[in-house]
């Protein structure tokens, strides 16, 4: 296959970089991969396994002469990050990232890159709970959405070199509106996350006695709560505070219905909450019949 770029530099190595740097390398979409990392560990974790041809400290100095930079660092790291390359980036480069608020990405980065550099803000939305250059595999994106928001004005066709990248990747690629994208996050990623760190951080408030018991018979759903609560905590650190408002708004509306199901088990109504666990399985089995259920994979809860 013809590559795509000629230099992609990777601002960060982690699960999806790394992951990145692996699919891009076995599908020949680039002449060079260069990656950028500010612990010396991680840099020489990405050399031995071969994830980059060079891995710099300063992504100002792995940005020269790249076509293609992708932003992979959490959401609160992308202003000062922006603001180093800026300078350093040529006319024509296309900048993206990978992060799970889009809105914030157009507003960090954006101000920082000159004319005639683009933005294609990026989500792929594929991960695992585990981090780190030695977490990757170039499969990773292989039948995950990836959305991407151009803001109003974007060069159209740096906006298809992106899609073309994240399709031969083997992901299927959506373009939507970044507070669009952001809304429908919240209930789909952010929310679910969040209940998942507010559940296993009650079970941490047990007892001990208690406290043992719940690991010893933890059932499939708390195992899968402790899986997606088990997720990078600077990252969604930076999502629930970068996406507020979104998360904001989807809360106020779970709080009020969870505090119709706490009513109904009050007053003995099993036919609301029949009604309502009924609604409920007719989502699930739309998700299941749309593709997007999923493989079990213990690695693999769904990233932000």
């Keep these: 296959m ?24 076995r599908h020949g979409l680039a002449g060079t991969v260069v990656a950028a990392a500010r612990s010396e560990a991680t840099r020489r974790k990405a050399l031995d396994l071969d994830l980059a041809q060079s891995v710099y400290a300063d992504p100002a100095e792995a940005v020269a ?24 980036l040529a006319k024509g480069t296309v900048v993206t990232d990978v992060g799970s ?20 803000p990026g989500h792929p939305i594929a991960g695992t709970e585990h981090s780190g250059p030695e977490a990757g595999f170039a499969e990773l ?24 990248l994240w399709r031969a990747c083997g ?15 919240a209930i789909t990623s952010h929310l679910p ?29 708390f195992r899968d709560f402790t899986r997606i609560a ?3 905590p600077v990252m969604w650190r930076d999502v629930f505070l970068n996406n507020r408002d979104a998360v904001l708004e989807m809360l106020q509306r779970f709080t009020e219905d969870l505090t119709a199901l706490q009513r109904a088990i009050r007053w003995g109504e099993g036919n609301v909450l029949q009604e309502q666990f009924t609604k409920t399985r007719a989502i699930r089995r739309s998700i299941v019949e749309a593709g997007q259920a999923g493989r079990f994979d213990p690695r693999e809860p769904e990233k932000g």
């Design 141 to 164: 994106f292989e039948n995950r959405h990836c959305i991407l928001t151009p803001p109003p004005g974007c060069d159209k066709q740096a906006s298809e070199r992106v899609a073309a």
């Design 101 to 120: 608020v889009k809105l914030a990405v157009i507003r960090d980065v954006g101000p920082h890159l000159a004319r005639g550099v683009h933005l294609v």
């Design 2 to 25: 013809t590559p795509l770029f000629d230099r992609v530099a990777l601002i960060g190595i982690g699960l999806i970089g790394s992951s990145l740097a692996r699919a891009i390398r």
């Design 65 to 88: 002469g790249a076509d293609l930079v992708v932003l992979a660092v959490p959401v609160g790291a992308n202003a000062a990050i922006a603001e180093a390359i800026g300078p350093h």
């Design 193 to 221: 996350h969040l209940i998942a760190y507010t559940i296993v951080g009650t079970a941490s408030h047990l007892e001990e006695e208690e406290r043992k018991e719940v690991v010893r018979f933890s059932a499939g759903g």
């Design 230 to 232: 088990a997720s990078d």
């Design 171 to 185: 992901s299927e690629v959506s373009f939507m509106e970044a507070n669009y994208h952001d809304k429908v996050l």
